[in-house]
């Protein structure tokens, strides 16, 4: 079992938990997560782009001139990818940009993000966030305490906690997400990740 220091609100160290050493005591998988993290972005790409065909632009139904004797190249259109305001030859269409992951592969993914950001120190569990009601001031004050100002942020909330949700959410360079929406790109794409050692716990368990 692989343990981490359990802070409270006032960035004071109040226990230690144990965490699942198959989820974060793992040699993380670079390839793998690279992998994940360029599929789930392809997947974001709404592939809306499109340009239009020599048959889909509006006139050159006529040939421009003769096919012989013009001294000139033959036409047949004066929309043909070519001509100026022609058609676009091989241009973009909608189309979808996602890619297959496989539910294994995931997995392995999240776990190698978890177990490199608790090797580089960039895991802080709490015991709890403590509000009673919305604060971002109590917020701020919290991220102070455990030295995390001025780092780009990922912060984990229970589904059920609201006055947490309220509290984070107008904090620049902070990024809110339920256990639910973990993805390898969340967990990786920050400089310190912050989480509730019960949601800490959780994860070791469904990854494991």
């Not at 359990?6 to 160290?13: D, F, I, P, T």
């Not at 789930?40 to 006529?62: F, I, P």
């Not at 780092?151 to 639910?180: C, G, H, M, Q």
Request: positive net charge.
């Amino acid at each position: 079992m692989s343990k981490i220091e359990v802070k409270n609100a006032e960035g004071s160290k109040v226990t230690e938990t144990e965490l699942a050493s198959a989820v974060y005591g793992i040699e993380p998988n670079i390839h793998i997560m690279h992998h994940i993290v360029k599929c789930q972005m392809a997947c974001w790409r709404r592939g809306t782009q499109s340009t239009k065909s020599r048959g889909e632009v509006r006139g050159g139904g006529r040939k421009p001139w003769r096919q012989k004797g013009t001294g000139r190249a033959r036409q047949g259109s004066i929309r043909a990818g070519q001509w100026r305001h022609g058609g676009v030859i091989f241009g973009p269409k909608p189309r979808s940009y996602a890619k297959r992951m496989n539910n294994k592969e995931v997995k392995l993914a999240m776990r190698s993000a978890l177990s490199a950001k608790l090797r580089d120190d960039e895991l802080v569990v709490v015991d709890d966030y403590g509000f009673d009601k919305p604060s971002t001031k109590a917020a701020m004050r919290l991220i102070r305490s455990l030295e995390l100002e001025g780092k780009r942020l990922t912060i984990i909330v229970r589904e059920d906690d609201v006055n947490a949700y309220l509290s984070f959410r107008n904090i620049p360079r902070t990024f809110i997400i339920t256990p639910n929406e973990a993805n390898t790109h969340d967990l990786v794409n920050n400089g310190a990740l912050l989480m509730p050692a019960d949601v800490a716990v959780h994860f070791g368990e469904v990854l494991a």
